[in-house]
């Protein structure tokens, strides 16, 4: 295969509960080779495994079918690859979807799924959670394990020649990194190369936020015609430096301050960025404004990869009862404190640890911050843990129950009952992990 000097990559979602629009405008007007779908988060990939436990048809992200039935056309009409981890926890039937996809609309594709990410098998319950100190067995019981894999679990995927690649848990940086091995022939075993194309992974991977999404305040910081917020694509180049911007005509802006915080988003310490490909620095980065919403993005070094790989572990943590109901007018805020008052003599010893909030005063910052303020209205929302879900449905029902025991006024009560994954993380060798590839194919 010729190795270009040059390949353009679009990131389309950046989270599970992404907007459709943006990966259909990229994969439309974009020019992209490459189009990343980052779809996974602890979370995201526990709750699929109790999905793909439930039923083993299922586990991969349930806006799967919506989004490939928008874009299959495109990436085959303007030849993208697309590469994602919506798989989650079970990429052979996500696989297997798009098979289904492609003959209803009578298109030719190949997939690859890429395996490997899920490691329950190795895990015992005596592994030290790093959160806690603890072992992740103290937590609760376990029902998921997936390891961080990294570019080189992807790459076996990309030679299959297959259009689109499926993954469970990959690192976000690695989706885009595989291409750029796959096309420009980097060395994994480069540090400094695999550095910088995790530099431009990071920065694209959460798609909006570098074009003013989780950036954006109306006071401070304003982002125009968010509405129509356009997500990132990259001029990538062979030495490793990029060219981030928009499709034209798209909302939001990419600024360097937005591509500063992104760089930042989520990093402890950034001259030793951790990932499964490199340990990246990132004090050696350097971001220039070229035009409006263009920047470039050169530097970033790193060390050689760890020889461990993160695994995310979930576990089952309980059910958690919620009941909402507001007070409004005059005294509201008086009276949703009483009606708490009243939820706490009643509740607390039953339920350890309850939570007592005053949204729109004091549910988000400490009490000292909301001294002046005084609402009109205010919602009371309770919250606590149980270990069944009946037990947990009492706490919705006592704020039920407060419409005609309680102070007067209340109204608009909401209660929910929800299971809770609780989330871990262990370190294991990464020797013990093993990926591959299954290929599925249809030719129309």
């Known amino acids: 295969m010729k190795q270009k000097e040059k390949i353009r990559i679009g990131c389309g979602a950046g989270f599970s509960g992404d907007r459709l629009e943006p990966a259909v405008i990229l994969a439309e007007k974009g020019g992209l080779d490459y189009l990343v779908l980052e779809c996974l988060a602890e979370r995201t990939i526990a709750l699929a495994q109790k999905r793909k436990a439930a039923d083993p048809a299922q586990g991969y992200d349930p806006l799967l079918q919506r989004r490939i039935e928008q874009l299959l056309p495109l990436l085959k009409k303007n030849k993208i690859r697309l590469i994602t981890n919506m798989g989650a926890a079970n990429p052979v039937a996500a696989a297997d979807k798009v098979i289904e996809i492609a003959k209803k609309q009578g298109i030719s594709i190949k997939v690859a799924a890429v395996i490997g990410?899920?490691?329950?098998?190795?895990?015992?319950?005596?592994?030290?959670?790093?959160?806690?100190?603890?072992?992740?067995?103290?937590?609760?019981?376990?029902?998921?394990?997936?390891?961080?894999?990294?570019?080189?679990?992807?790459?076996?995927?990309?030679?299959?020649?297959?259009?689109?690649?499926?993954?469970?848990?990959?690192?976000?940086?690695?989706?885009?990194?595989?291409?750029?091995?796959?096309?420009?022939?980097?060395?994994?075993?480069?540090?400094?190369?695999?550095?910088?194309?995790?530099?431009?992974?990071?920065?694209?991977?959460?798609?909006?936020?570098?074009?003013?999404?989780?950036?954006?305040?109306?006071?401070?910081?304003?982002?125009?015609?968010?509405?129509?917020?356009?997500?990132?694509?990259?001029?990538?180049?062979?030495?490793?430096?990029?060219?981030?911007?928009?499709?034209?005509?798209?909302?939001?802006?990419?600024?360097?301050?937005?591509?500063?915080?992104?760089?930042?988003?989520?990093?402890?310490?950034?001259?030793?960025?951790?990932?499964?490909?490199?340990?990246?620095?990132?004090?050696?980065?350097?971001?220039?404004?070229?035009?409006?919403?263009?920047?470039?993005v050169t530097g970033g070094n790193g060390n050689r990869k760890p020889p461990t790989l993160k695994v995310s572990i979930g576990y089952a943590a309980g059910f958690t009862g919620e009941g909402e109901i507001t007070y409004a007018g005059v005294s509201a805020l008086e009276r949703a404190r009483l009606a708490g008052e009243i939820i706490g003599q009643r509740l607390t010893d039953r339920f350890p640890g309850l939570r007592v909030d005053f949204i729109g005063h004091t549910s988000v910052h400490p009490t000292s911050l909301a001294n002046q303020h005084k609402p009109y209205e205010v919602r009371l929302r309770v919250a606590g843990k149980a270990v069944t879900a009946d037990e947990a449905a009492i706490i919705g029902e006592e704020v039920e129950a407060l419409y005609t025991n309680g102070p007067a006024g209340g109204g608009g009560v909401r209660k929910y009952v929800n299971e809770v994954i609780g989330i871990v993380s262990i370190l294991i060798d990464r020797n013990k992990t093993k990926s591959s590839v299954i290929v599925k194919s249809y030719e129309h």
């Not at 356009?230 to 001029?235: F, I, R």
Request: glycine share 8%; hydrophobic share 40%; aromatic share 8%.
């Open 117 to 296: 990410d899920d490691v329950l098998e190795y895990i015992s319950g005596d592994e030290i959670a790093m959160e806690t100190g603890n072992p992740i067995s103290w937590s609760g019981q376990v029902v998921s394990a997936n390891a961080y894999l990294g570019a080189d679990a992807i790459l076996p995927a990309l030679e299959t020649d297959a259009d689109i690649i499926i993954t469970g848990r990959i690192a976000d940086p690695s989706l885009f990194i595989a291409p750029l091995v796959h096309e420009f022939g980097w060395s994994l075993d480069d540090a400094d190369i695999i550095a910088k194309g995790t530099v431009i992974g990071h920065l694209m991977e959460c798609a909006g936020q570098i074009t003013g999404g989780y950036f954006a305040d109306p006071v401070k910081k304003p982002v125009e015609n968010m509405s129509t917020l356009g997500h990132p694509l990259a001029d990538v180049y062979r030495d490793g430096c990029a060219i981030i911007t928009k499709v034209d005509g798209t909302g939001g802006r990419i600024t360097l301050a937005t591509a500063k915080e992104q760089l930042l988003y989520e990093v402890t310490n950034p001259s030793q960025y951790i990932t499964p490909d490199v340990v990246a620095d990132f004090t050696t980065v350097y971001l220039k404004q070229m035009e409006k919403d263009c920047i470039t």
